[in-house]
């Protein structure tokens, strides 16, 4: 046994790492947010959450390490906008393409088929106009698209 | 064979225990066991919130967080948690933060910058009842829900039912 290891933590290193924990976790102040993302939090984060984890408890599907493969199927692009939250969303066309693009990239990039193209102001404008009206079975045939996919 | 292995193992540890009492005092111990505890406690009263861990400061701030006019409440409904047991961006003992909420913002007079709010409500304990405060800059009607306050965001979260208070948590700077 290193006599060591029975040296209790002495009084400045305790105030010390008091300190320095206070620091780390008060978090930036002042930090100034960017503005897609303060367009995702504005019109997303309330349901989908800070990280995109959502709560699939409660229907609020997670986009942290999934939304992306919804590009990988056929109907999965344009689902992405055609949902409510996005289609009926307050956002102009242009910021709406750059916010799903900001999505994707931050909470899904390795699912991302290697030819993504990003999302452009006149696609979201046209499929915007065709907002679904059923989600839950377009959804459960994608998914059921995405299984075939991943397991030919 | 098992004996032999506990002779050992007694040795072993007699001699790590002389050595120890040689080389440090109880006196020591006991100063530098206290000042862990008392550090270990304190790191749990920093001011952080604690349902997400995801609340900024915002810069200089004027006024009473527990009065209805604190700019941070721009668009609030509800009863002031800082008034029922916890403080404007953490819920009170007893209570559950609601992850799902609506989020909005407001101009801090301070600096003249607009920051984003989250109105997350505490949940699990029945309504507090102080400290009502309804300003509504910005609110929606009910079918624009994202930024409607006039729903039960305790009914949407893990907490569940019944609402008890809501918080008014800085979470960015919009500009």
């Known amino acids: ?152 | 064979m098992i004996q032999k292995w506990l002779d050992t193992l007694d040795r072993w540890a007699e001699k790590a225990t002389r050595k120890d009492a040689r080389v440090h005092s109880r006196r020591a111990f006991l100063s530098g066991f206290g000042a862990s505890v008392i550090g270990v406690g304190a790191v749990t009263l920093l001011p952080v919130f604690r349902g997400g861990a995801f609340a900024q400061q915002a810069g200089s701030e004027e006024g009473d967080p527990n009065s209805c006019d604190y700019w941070r409440h721009c668009a609030i409904d509800g009863y002031l948690c800082g008034c029922c047991g916890g403080t404007v961006s953490s819920c009170p003992p007893g209570t559950v933060v609601s992850d799902i909420t609506w989020i909005g913002t407001c101009r801090n007079p301070a600096d003249g910058r607009d920051y984003i709010i989250s109105y997350n409500d505490c949940c699990g304990k029945s309504t507090c009842g102080r400290c009502v405060c309804q300003r509504d800059q910005g609110d929606t009607p009910i079918y624009r829900p994202q930024t409607s306050n006039d729903l039960n965001w305790c009914a949407g979260s893990q907490a569940d039912v019944p609402y008890h208070c809501s918080l008014s948590v800085v979470i960015g700077v919009n500009e």
């Open chain 1, 1 to 152: 046994m290193s006599s060591n290891l029975c040296l209790p933590l002495r009084p400045p290193f305790a105030v010390v790492a008091v300190l320095l924990g206070g620091w780390i976790l008060h978090g930036e102040a002042h930090a100034a947010t960017s503005s897609v993302q303060a367009a995702y939090m504005l019109g997303c984060q309330g349901c989908h959450l800070e990280d995109g984890r959502g709560f699939p408890q409660r229907g609020v599907p997670a986009l942290d390490g999934f939304v992306g493969n919804f590009l990988k199927v056929p109907g999965g692009r344009e689902y992405l906008v055609r949902v409510p939250g996005a289609a009926q969303s307050e956002l102009s066309d242009e910021r709406l393409a750059d916010v799903l693009n900001w999505m994707l990239r931050t909470f899904s990039s390795a699912q991302l088929p290697a030819d993504f193209t990003p999302y452009t102001a006149p696609e979201v404008g046209r499929l915007r106009k065709s907002p679904l009206v059923e989600v839950a079975p377009v959804r459960v045939e994608l998914l059921r698209r995405l299984e075939t996919v991943a397991s030919p």
